[in-house]
């Protein structure tokens, strides 16, 4: 492919799209009039704009449906980005298309709680269906499995979240249902006891004066109150560690960040829970968004930051809403912006959006795709605290994490402790999904059990059977169901050979293919490796072309070739995706026998 794009012209709604999002170009440097080009100015500062790559993308999908060369040359000259580097970008994500496709395109999630409630079936009816439709891994709709998003471009795009999805709501033959409001997904909504969820369902998403009614931003007048120090040795007091999966102590990043010289200082919200079976970061966004916004600002505050960015799942459209109006009204009332709460306190929110990539949950990778690259990690050290975002000192934290700020603040760090057991302080959000009954958002304090869980879920449908557990998500462990008295906490799931990470529960019955569910993890780790290291990238497919092997009735001597391949992965890959890509297959052969001739 000639990537000068061979001087191609972006239609008059693509270049609408892009000067939508940009302004209008002002020189021939970003792409006005080539009339003058012996003067021609604005080269910088087009230059310094490139981190709006992403989002001018995002702007021709959205209006077009897809990625023209003569958009994407526009977009090049409008931030003097090389057409190489900006085709790499766009290539990267897979809800861009660089090559033709309808206006009306359904992603149907066939990820792991979606294949377990019959997502295969579901495939097979669309597949001669002529409608345009195609697999998607997990949607983050894992409660309303087998689920389907549904994006028509146009200005404005419309969306509409399917679930569950059926063969006449994905090809338009059946009108969509309407979307059922987030405290559909919490089957505990409106209980005493809650913390994190107390108020979805409760509080009207859209309000802030409602949101304040019920104790909004008292936690961030008591971080006032306190000083930057003084919220600080408050997150460390209490013991809340981070909720992605890594359960890096929040005080010691925060302090890491907050003493470090270099300015400005930057705050990113990890919003991007691309991991299968996770759906938690969702439903606060969509139910509680102030909360979200209320607790950045008291995390911007207390380790300097004056700008924070929310790097949201392109998959979200409507926590995309509901953040960017939460965001418009707080700017409007003086609760963001450059004197919050007129005490000369400055801070405020940015949402850019992700466009399918499970490699932008890895906080660096994050970094590199807000600043306009191909969102690979980047090797470590130098850790963010010390050059993060732009080459600055960054603090990452994901959305239940910071929720976790409000509660401290308002109840003291010793009252949050109390909560929990000594190691893993709090209460923790786990994502139910798979055959049990009723599926969805669980809060409960760390240290109560997988059976404990599973039992306020009904446990699995009548006259079936446990059959296995995968705490974790795809880069997590399964447990079987005479290990169901696992406490959930970091060091109890650790000590029991398994992980907890961000808190996924996948249920499944002896109704459910464990071996297709290996496979399924196997292709997603494939097709979500970004290629940057060879371990990774070349290990990633053998495990996959092994479990295909595996599963079709080849011999045994491929769990040799798995476990050299796992190790290998474990040990020399750059991140995390490819250090846990063998962690679900491992566990199933030696905890569950498979493929041994013990187990599915």
Not at 449 to 458: D, N, Q, S
Not at 479 to 506: C, K, N, Q, Y
Not at 512 to 519: A, E, P
Not at 557 to 579: F, H, K, N, P, Y
Request: aromatic residues 6%.
């Amino acid at each position: 492919m000639d990537l000068r794009f061979r001087d191609a012209e972006p239609t008059e709604a693509e270049r609408a799209a892009v000067d939508a999002l940009l302004g209008p170009p002002t020189s021939a440097w970003d792409g006005g009039g080539r009339d003058a080009l012996r003067f021609a100015a604005g080269g910088h500062e087009a230059r310094e704009r490139r981190d709006l790559l992403l989002p001018a993308l995002h702007a021709i999908n959205d209006r077009i449906g897809w990625i023209s060369e003569g958009a994407l040359g526009y977009v090049c000259r409008r931030l003097t980005v090389a057409p190489a580097e900006a085709y790499g970008v766009a290539t990267f994500y897979a809800m861009f298309s660089m090559t033709a496709r309808p206006e009306r395109i359904v992603h149907v999630c066939t990820d792991l709680a979606c294949q377990a409630a019959g997502a295969e079936d579901l495939c097979r009816s669309l597949a001669g269906s002529g409608a345009p439709w195609h697999p998607s891994p997990c949607l983050g709709l894992c409660e309303r499995a087998p689920a389907a998003l549904a994006i028509e471009a146009g200005d404005p795009p419309r969306t509409a979240a399917l679930g569950p999805a059926t063969a006449e709501t994905v090809t338009g033959a059946a009108p969509a249902p309407d979307e059922p409001p987030a405290e559909a997904a919490v089957p505990q909504a409106g209980d005493d006891g809650l913390v994190l969820l107390r108020r979805i369902g409760v509080t009207d998403p859209a309000s802030l004066d409602s949101y304040r009614a019920n104790g909004g931003y008292q936690a961030l007048r008591r971080a006032v109150a306190l000083g930057p120090a003084g919220v600080i040795r408050e997150i460390t007091d209490s013991g809340l560690v981070g909720r992605g999966g890594a359960a890096f102590p929040t005080g010691r990043k925060w302090q890491a960040t907050a003493q470090q010289p270099d300015h400005p200082h930057y705050l990113v919200c990890n919003a991007d829970e691309s991991e299968p079976g996770t759906f938690k970061d969702r439903v606060l966004m969509e139910g509680d968004p102030y909360a979200l916004i209320e607790a950045m600002t008291i995390a911007g505050y207390a380790t300097g930051c004056s700008r924070g960015y929310v790097y949201l799942r392109g998959e979200y459209p409507r926590s995309l809403h509901r953040l960017e109006h939460a965001i418009a009204r707080a700017r409007e009332r003086g609760l963001l912006g450059d004197d919050i709460l007129g005490q000369g306190i400055a801070f405020d929110i940015e949402v850019r959006r992700g466009a399918g990539a499970y490699i932008c949950g890895e906080e660096t990778a994050i970094f590199n795709s807000i600043e306009g690259y191909r969102g690979e990690p980047r090797s470590k050290p130098p850790f963010p605290v010390e050059k993060g975002l732009f080459g600055k000192p960054t603090v990452v934290n994901n959305v239940e994490t910071l929720v976790n700020v409000l509660p401290i603040l308002l109840n003291g760090a010793q009252a949050y402790a109390g909560t929990g057991t000594e190691n893993s302080t709090g209460t923790k959000l786990f994502c139910l999904s798979g055959t049990v009954r009723r599926p969805g958002i669980y809060e409960l304090p760390f240290g109560a059990t997988l059976r404990e869980l599973l039992t306020l879920a009904g446990g699995v449908p009548e006259g079936r059977t446990l059959r296995a557990v995968l705490l974790g998500g795809a880069a997590g462990s399964f447990v079987g169901p005479e290990e169901l008295d696992v406490p959930l906490t970091f060091e109890g799931t650790r000590a029991a050979g398994a992980t907890l990470g961000s808190g996924v529960i996948l249920a499944l019955d002896d109704s459910v293919d464990i071996g297709g569910i290996l496979l399924r993890i196997a292709a997603f780790f494939r097709d979500e490796s970004c290629g940057q290291c060879v371990p990774c990238r070349v290990g990633t497919v053998r495990q996959e072309e092994a479990l295909r092997r595996l599963t079709q009735g080849a011999d045994g001597a491929d769990v040799a070739l798995l476990r050299e391949v796992g190790q290998a992965m474990r040990d020399a890959s750059i991140c995390g995706l490819g250090q846990t890509a063998w962690n679900a297959v491992e566990s199933a052969i030696d905890r569950l026998g498979v493929f041994t001739g013990e187990g599915a």
